[in-house]
């Protein structure tokens, strides 16, 4: 195996054991911030636990999706299961919405008449929440630059989270102090703000892959202009680039060479190119000479 699958390897099994330890910590506040919830009657608890539940399934997700997508490709799954992590990435991000507009209504028709909230005990199930988000942040940390989408998520995911815990805290502090029981619905109205906020660009991101965008860093004029420019190559089209998932990039095109009998020059000259300077890990290049351009098997989009 290459040094390159070597490091990938270690990374999913890095990012595995991040995962399911950051989504123990999750499960049991969970359970702590919900029954805490319901004891003291509080919108912004619950809405904070409701975020926390969404953190159990994406975690939970994210770290079997990690697991599947390592599974070998097979001659019904040519390109083996990288895709699991962007489906589960997708479905958690609609979910949070769907959570958010729902965290939205009950604050809403709590403006109205807020109802009376023991304070003080959703102050202290807050700050245990917010000790079990801190945890969660840690274990999750590291180089998110080069994270997967699905890790990337979750820590979002635990992110807002953390602010949530924060605001009910704020919350608990001015209905104590003050006795105006609409500072829980006010929180209410800013967690589901946050948690829409990211889960919008979960699920852009998440479509982005499915729909096989273009990767974001990428230029599509610059990579063409990058495989004109090997020796020997007249011109480049019918050029496609697009993700297996995140960070996995893939490229297949038709390149028009002065003579087929530097075919192999010009495909390892231009595959060197495109994985240096364009990050692109795999690519399917059909060769032609001019007089071909044209005749060849080519699918019109």
């Given at each position: 195996m290459a040094t390159g699958a070597h490091a990938h390897a270690r990374d999913g099994d890095a990012t595995e054991r991040r995962l399911f330890r950051a989504f123990l910590v999750i499960l049991v506040f969970f359970l702590v911030e919900l029954a805490g919830g319901i004891y003291t009657n509080s919108l912004a608890l619950l809405a904070d636990a409701?975020?926390?539940?969404?953190?159990?399934?994406?975690?939970?997700?994210?770290?079997?999706?990690?697991?599947?997508?390592?599974?070998?490709?097979?001659?019904?799954?040519?390109?083996?299961?990288?895709?699991?992590?962007?489906?589960?990435?997708?479905?958690?991000?609609?979910?949070?919405?769907?959570?958010?507009?729902?965290?939205?209504?009950?604050a809403y028709t709590r403006l109205a008449s807020p109802p009376e909230v023991k304070s003080g005990a959703m102050m202290l199930v807050a700050v245990v929440g917010l000790a079990a988000n801190l945890v969660a942040l840690k274990l999750l940390s590291g180089n998110h630059a080069h994270a997967s989408l699905n890790l990337r998520a979750a820590f979002l995911h635990v992110v807002g989270d953390t602010l949530g815990s924060v605001g009910a805290i704020a919350a608990g502090a001015v209905m104590l102090t003050t006795g105006n029981y609409l500072a829980d619905p006010a929180v209410g109205f800013l967690i589901g703000g946050i948690i829409l906020f990211g889960s919008t660009r979960v699920v852009r991101d998440a479509l982005d892959v499915l729909l096989q965008s273009v990767p974001k860093h990428v230029?599509?004029?610059?990579?063409?202009?990058?495989?004109?420019?090997?020796?020997?190559?007249?011109?480049?089209?019918?050029?496609?680039?697009?993700?297996?998932?995140?960070?996995?990039?893939?490229?297949?095109?038709?390149?028009?060479?002065?003579?087929?009998?530097?075919?192999?020059?010009?495909?390892?000259?231009?595959?060197?190119?495109?994985?240096?300077?364009?990050?692109?890990?795999?690519?399917?290049?059909?060769?032609?000479?001019?007089?071909?351009?044209?005749?060849?098997?080519?699918?019109e989009l």
């Open positions: 409701g975020h926390m539940f969404t953190d159990v399934l994406a975690l939970g997700a994210a770290f079997t999706a990690t697991r599947i997508s390592k599974w070998s490709s097979d001659e019904s799954v040519t390109y083996g299961y990288y895709r699991s992590e962007i489906i589960v990435a997708f479905l958690n991000g609609i979910t949070l919405v769907l959570i958010s507009l729902y965290i939205f209504y009950e230029d599509v004029e610059e990579v063409k202009e990058a495989m004109e420019s090997v020796e020997g190559v007249v011109e480049v089209h019918d050029l496609h680039v697009w993700s297996l998932k995140e960070g996995l990039n893939v490229l297949s095109s038709h390149v028009v060479v002065e003579d087929l009998s530097i075919s192999n020059d010009v495909l390892a000259e231009m595959c060197g190119v495109l994985q240096r300077d364009f990050d692109v890990e795999h690519t399917t290049l059909q060769m032609e000479d001019p007089g071909m351009v044209g005749r060849l098997c080519r699918c």
